[in-house]
């Protein structure tokens, strides 16, 4: 047994055992404590959508009717793409299914820690590939799996994948630039990307085509050569994609049908001056701060505080992966020109630097990476992690060896440290951000003293102190760094305030709130009474709903006045067909008639949808097809709903309005003659009228004035549509009875993948009203149906089936070559 363990494993388990170690430290509040890994605050979108998002999936999984479109995500939403087929969401929804949605919380902070420890195994694994010391490498890689980027953007839950993944693909990408055993996985690698997100993937792949150019230049001596293996390598990285295709297809097709992809206006000139045109100041600021720490600028609202950064906690680039990192990568620029390498290679280290600094400086690199859309992103700067560890690990055994360095380099260093330090210490509200600034301080002091004594002196005993040094504070500095990133937020709690003590946890949280002391004051957030399990997991609530599926068999809509769990996502978590959502990929029609028709359904921006804060607006309800209404109120407006009963602390009323799902009319005008009614000035006295009378529809009427609009015929009043309450979301059918030949408007998303037949017949899809599914129907009685189907799904995974064979036959092909050229021998 002794033989297997070699010091080489020992370093792994070793390595694995610190980042595990580190973590208790780091979460111990979110462990062994009762916060959970769900935030309130800047991070707000895991209370406000990625949760939701997870108990979604889980409900419908456990009530067995789980499908690919999903109407109680907002007015209706494609469900797949939600399912990133990423093993960490795969665990969590696999936690809910088998201990309920509210549950699966608890373990969220287990899968960050995995996500840990993963990352650095990987990257061990990957620096393997090079000739550095064990020592190096172990570093290296604790730094890597405690690296800013993961545990910041990692709080987006999926976004801590892309960290495992990127070093995976490089390991196998160094295996296939060298020839080595395993390199045929390559494109495996990138098929889990592939399948994991369309939109990190689009980021690892010019990271990884970066990566493919700049290691031939330094591995390759003959040209031909490199220019074969870098065809050759591109069409792996295609292959890899093509086998994904039967996921990356229909999710890239999801993403360009909403809003969220824009260019901008203006040309391509235009948009090579946005990518050249320098930031304000206050980006090169952030750009100098935030590789000694990611907590200098503070976060974003607590209190009168706010986020002194560029943009927002998260969207500033995130660098930090130690202090150390920056430290050496400085001296790495500063001396590896006078190293023994090859001119090819410094030749290539360098153009990789110009490069880096570029992407970095100017907008360039934000817009690339963000497929060519304004405004830029950062959120590529995780490729930068693996690339500044790699030098780091080069310049840590360049230092072992008796490397000198650049006095300068280290004093510009502690400068730019000490100032970053103090001006983080300067803007913190929270003595614990304080005390981290102090750590970080201290340490990368310790640490610039270590490097310069390693630098000049000999003597073994004192070297051997320096280097303990660096590896002390290295491990000192990562954890502080990663523990503030999770200490004062705004957390969800394991355990609702109890009813009991509500006035007094309340009469304290208000006490806090007008403090004169600053710190207590912005402070008070912490003590904010919690409800959240006993609103969102209500069984009143529950028991209201019961009701309506026993009462009403149509396809209703059910809405809120009030705000409990979260600002627009309950119905996620209830299971109930609302209109209220919060979505970062809207549809880009349903966006546009918002903003044409009802910009006051947005709350805050236009990705939140609130009905609550419209509730008194019955009719637009109606127009929605919000039938029923949940209340804590006992006494709404009795000439717009009607009291139809109380469960607990739940008043539902139906809305006196007919509020439908689908409708029928006669009238049409056009989507230009929509738009200029519905201006801002003119709004509020055109837009129900317009909508009650006329469908907007390519081909329509244009009117310039609302007294040219036909009035509502006997045809139009007195035909209907009625839909059944679907088992399945992407599967609706019903009835139309209509009087006159028309149109039947549903109220769902115009998007692709949804068909419908009449008398099973196949129709055209139409645009009603800008953002909804509408269709021509013939004077008559019909039957309907309406099913939806990912669009792109078969296409990609015929093409993605094919590309597998491909591969396959390609390994197989190759494996049987070689067994004959070794029978040969």
Known sequence: MQKYITKESKT????????????????????????????????????????????????????????????????????????QVDPSLILICLIGVALGPAHMLYYLVVLQILKILAAGWIFYWFLSEFGYSRQARFLASFAYGLNGYLLVWGQHYQFGMVVIYLPLIFLFEEKFIRGKKGRALFPVTLFLSGIYSVYLSYMTLIGAGLYLIFRLVMVVEDFETGVRKFFSGCAQMVLGIGMSLGVFLPMAANIMNSSRVSTGSGGILSLLKKCFKPYDFDYYNSLLIRPFSTNLQNLQVLGDTKYEGYKNYYEDPVLFCSALAVIFLVQFVLVFWKSNAKKRVKGAVYGAVV??????????????????????????????????????????????AGGRISIIGL???????????????????????RENAVILAVTGTVMVLSVLILG?????????????????????????????????????????????????????????????????????????????????????????????????????????????GTISMDSLAQNYRGISTYNSVMNG?????????????????????????????????????????????????????????????IYLYQNKEEGNVARFYENTISERSLKKLCKKDVRENNREKLLSNAIAVDGGEDISDIRELASVSEEQKNSSVTLNAPEKDSHVTGT?????????????????????TVDGEKTEVLHGDIGFLAFKVAKGEHQIELTYQVPGMKYGIAAGGVCWILYLGIVFFSGYRKKRRFAGK
């Open 736 to 756: 139309v009875d209509a009087k006159t030949d028309g149109y039947v408007m549903c109220m769902i998303p115009c998007e692709k993948g949804w068909t419908v």
């Open 411 to 433: 004093a510009v260093v502690e400068i730019l440290m000490l100032q970053a330090y103090m001006a983080g210490y300067e803007d913190s509200v929270f003595l614990a951000y």
């Open 12 to 83: 792994r388990l070793l390595l694995l055992a610190a980042l595990f170690f580190s973590c208790l430290f780091i979460f111990r509040q979110y462990l062994f404590g009762d916060s959970v890994l769900v935030f309130d605050d800047v991070g707000g979108d895991t209370w406000q959508q990625y949760t939701m998002y997870y108990a979604d999936i889980v409900n419908h999984l456990r009530a067995g009717n789980f499908s690919f479109w999903d109407f109680t995500n907002g007015i209706g939403s494609s469900l797949f793409t939600m399912l």
């Open 589 to 649: 029609n349903i966006k546009e008639f918002v903003k044409t028709c009802y910009p006051e359904f947005c709350y805050l921006d236009r990705n939140r949808y609130t009905f609550w804060q419209m509730a008194d607006d019955n009719v637009f309800g109606a127009f929605m097809g919000v039938r029923y209404l949940m209340s804590k109120n006992p006494e709404l407006d009795s000439s717009k709903y009607e009291l139809i009963g109380q469960f607990g602390e």
């Open 456 to 564: 000049f002196c000999r003597k073994k005993r004192l070297r051997k102190v320096a280097s303990g040094c660096l590896m002390v504070m290295l491990a000192v500095n990562v954890i502080s760094e990663g523990g503030i990133t999770y200490t004062d937020r705004i957390c969800l709690k394991k355990t609702d305030t109890p009813a009991e003590q509500m006035e007094a946890q309340t009469g304290i949280f208000e006490e806090k709130l007008q403090s004169e002391d600053t710190e207590i004051e912005a402070g008070a957030v912490f003590y904010r009474p919690q409800t959240y399990y006993r609103e969102l997991y209500s069984q009143d609530v529950q028991n209201a709903l019961e009701y309506l599926r026993e009462t009403d068999s149509e396809f209703y809509r059910v809405e809120k006045d009030y705000s409990s």
């Open 355 to 400: 490069l880096i600094l570029v992407i970095m400086l100017l907008p360039l690199g934000g817009i690339v990476f963000n497929a060519f859309t304004i405004p830029p992103t950062y959120r590529f700067t995780y490729i930068l992690m693996a690339v500044f560890l790699l030098a780091f690990a080069w310049m840590w055994d360049y230092l072992q």
